[in-house]
């Protein structure tokens, strides 16, 4: 089992940066795949960031590339999710979540499957 606990998030204009953290009950590394996620009423549940965090290994959907950038603390326990050049499309609830699993196709470890741990979530709010 893996808690996982949210920070940051809030409002903020077009144009500017937030920062959330999470914080995991277990060491990351011993995690394999964390990552970020957001939802908006209605929408199905989308991808923004993950990490294979034995390997520092990150993906982006093209719709965030260049502007979210994940990272992790080992030290700390925990992942972090930079936001720059928000946008109102941004505006979602952001989830935390975790997985102990990663896949191998040969060549790489992989994280991309539907993660079974889950934090809270924290509300970002992008104003026009």
């Known amino acids: 089992q893996v808690q996982l606990a949210e920070s940051g998030g809030g409002s903020v204009q077009a144009g500017g940066t937030l920062g959330l953290s999470c914080a995991a009950s277990l060491p990351i590394w011993r995690i394999n795949c964390m990552g970020w996620f957001r939802q908006t009423p209605g929408k199905e549940r989308e991808d923004v960031a993950r990490i294979y965090t034995v390997g520092n290994v990150t993906w982006y959907p093209d719709g965030v590339k260049g502007r979210f950038t994940i990272s992790q603390d080992n030290a700390k326990n925990t992942i972090s999710l930079q936001m720059n050049d928000l946008k109102p499309e941004d505006t979602a609830m952001y989830y935390c979540?975790?997985?102990?699993?990663?896949?191998?196709?040969?060549?790489?470890?992989?994280?991309?499957?539907?993660?079974?741990?889950w934090g809270q979530g924290t509300q970002v709010t992008v104003s026009s």
């Open positions: 979540a975790a997985d102990r699993r990663a896949e191998w196709d040969g060549r790489a470890w992989h994280c991309s499957f539907d993660f079974t741990f």
